[in-house]
């Protein structure tokens, strides 16, 4: 019931439910900057791996407020970036599978051109994706209802007829 509501939330609101991921990303750069400045201060590691942690923790605590900061600018820049990852991937996966797999080619192909629409159109490719997951879970929302309503249909009189497995066997 949870999953089919939450999927008819994010249908009926798909730019809050971009925002929300966006300052949810935000809450979890900050956490992470965090966890990482503390164990930079840990005497388990050395030196060099302190300050590593210690920059690394620096640099999610500057995302982290910059994500909060600005959530629509955020959902660009994840928008570009997932763009960006679906070209390079696409096109490796292309070159990777000539001459081996058309599968491939052709996986690669759809993944390059999936990408390009998300960098020619950020918005709209975020909130079809956004979409997109509102009607997987309203179908694996409706799904587990069926089936929780659906469950242990068997008739009284077959279940009184059935075997108990108490039956001594020689």
Request: aromatic share 8%; with cysteine.
């Amino acid at each position: 019931m949870i999953t089919l509501a939450i999927g008819l939330a994010i249908l009926l609101w798909p730019g809050l439910t971009l925002l929300t991921a966006a300052v949810l990303f935000g809450l979890q750069m900050l956490v992470t900057g965090v966890f990482w400045l503390a164990a930079s201060f840990s005497a388990d590691e050395t030196g060099r791996q302190r300050w590593l942690l210690a920059v690394a923790g620096l640099l999610a605590l500057v995302a982290g407020i910059l994500c909060l900061r600005s959530p629509f600018q955020t959902l660009a820049v994840l928008a570009l970036l997932l763009g960006a990852t679906w070209v390079v991937g696409g096109v490796a996966e292309i070159f990777h599978g000539f001459g081996k797999s058309g599968w491939a080619v052709f996986s690669g192909a759809v993944t390059a051109i999936g990408g390009i629409v998300v960098l020619v159109w950020p918005v709209a490719s975020l909130i079809a994706l956004a979409w997109l997951l509102a009607v997987v879970l309203i179908v694996f929302g409706a799904m587990a209802i069926a089936g929780a309503i659906s469950a242990d249909r068997t008739p009284r009189a077959a279940k009184a007829t059935a075997p108990t497995g108490t039956a001594a066997t020689a």
